[in-house]
């Protein structure tokens, strides 16, 4: 039984999956030795028939809920919605969540030490895709049994994998549900995120990637993250935070302030490498351009999906998964699609619990 | 009779007004000598009542129509809306375009030299506001003994520029027409900004607006014209212009070339200085802050007033224009807002002439 803690639970430490053959790449590099970490929270049954695969998107890691120690100052980060009781409900279902290749939250990354020249891959590591978060996700189902997942769930990047899981390995997915993501980006979220990876390699202090040990403050990733969080948010969403409200006696406006705390805390604990890769992921990732069309992409997945997406969210915007619930009709997948008004942007499915639980649950229920 | 070459005309060069005694700015600082660039086209009738003041934005200067030569490559900045024949049509009106103080084409700004130094102003620049903007105006419509405008129009910045007239100098003003502009910008537009800014004076090579000489390339301007750039664009003009297209044969995404190209061009013309202060003006007007309330800024305007916007206008939304409507009929003023359906972003003013042209025309023929 779970030791339970305010709102949510104490889960296990982080497990560690070492492949000493390496990781293979989708572009055909290799990495070796290589190091996947993953989470697991609720009991495998007997029959490994419960199994729910939880896909993490640019930020966050393999810690998706629960706290390790009750004196933690946060869960993990979809805490609101994997949990006892929650839409996602750890009473009925077991759930995996794997720290992708290119990430810095633990799996061998660009930050890792090349144990060949004892110096980190850093600007030498791969540029990764969404081909190889998936791949590194069936090899911990391998390794854990799960021949088929009851469910694969993400949202945003994490989307994108639940979208090549289906279109990659149907017979393994009995359902999936995908939220605020895309098939392929439209072109203003490209030119955003192609922003980003500017900041981040037009900085001095980045040194082509190269910058480790220098301890030199990576303006340029600070500056990428504080655009990032613009594009989060709905223009709705920052009037209500903030208007044109300016800091107690001063004229700075409160939005500075806010963007500088965001982009200190992520330049202080993300990596520039990493952050650069796993957008550029994104951006390349096209499923009707891999498969020839959605429709396509789909054809083998006979389970059953559910597609969310929310009214202000301008950087996977409605349509585009409106174009994704077309080409699974085109392939005669039972898909439902259900948009959501919220004020909230693409940040709607780390805070909109209240709307997103109750169909995540009844969709899992059925 | 003007001499009238393809869809344009010949215009005069630019005119100088030189002020021995200097400018004062609004926060209280002078700068003597001072020069202010202006441009006349058409022609001013004996009682001096057919002056219309057109006021620019950001990116350009006192340049708004006709060409200097028959061989330049391209005509004034809102040369689709004054000409000859045109929606502000020089067949029956005097036109002035004056170059605010702050920008970079031509009066004295922070590239221009200190006599007492010899070197540029460079960081001793003052940070200019709208006031200043419309200072400089008012200064050169004294020096053409021009007592009242027949109209004064802008857009973006431009309409600011408009809306201060109207409060500052209500009786010098007999109508206004104001595009896609704001009384006060959204939050989400100070947001990118702001992000502007920070990417400018995080740019080691600008050493702090101190760069004139060095020759090094600032690509923090050219980063925070690409910002710029996303921002004057909607998400469906940059659907059908670029899509997901990549470069002939390459993986590089036609966008981001697009986004170089721009970034360059105005990175190598325009003045990183300029850019910080002119952007920093627009943020911090506040028509209500500075009156108490936007009927209060309009109470002794009895003028007519044109407010036009554009439905996919983000950065100057239509919501704002219809606030500025709001405050003027409680003004009593009386005020017609237009709002345009276009996919062409904040750029409409400067792209739907077809949209535009006839109703400024009529307007200014009442």
Redesign the interface.
Known sequence: MPHLVDATFLCEPPKELVLADGFAFHHGERIAPFTIVYETYGELNAEKSNAILVCHALSPGAHAAGKYAATDAAAGWWDGLVGYGKGIDLEHHFVVCVNFPGSPWGTTGPASVDPATGAPYGSRYPWVTVDDMVESQRVVADHLGIATWRAVVGASLGGMQVLLWAALHPTRVESIICMASAA?V???T???H??GR??VQ?D?AFRGGDYYGTGETL??LQ?AR??GH?TYLS?AA??KK???QRRNGT?Q?E??SY?EYQGAKFGAAYDANSYIRVQAAM??F?LQEQFGSLANAFRRFRGRALLVSFSTD?LF?SLETARISRGMRDANVTVQHMDFETPNGHDAFLVDYPLISRPVRQFLER
């Open positions: 392929a439209p072109v203003a490209v030119g955003w192609l922003i500017k900041l037009s001095p303006r340029g500056l504080m655009v613009m223009d920052l009037e903030f208007g044109r004229r406006f939005i500075d963007l951006d390349e096209d301008w915007p």
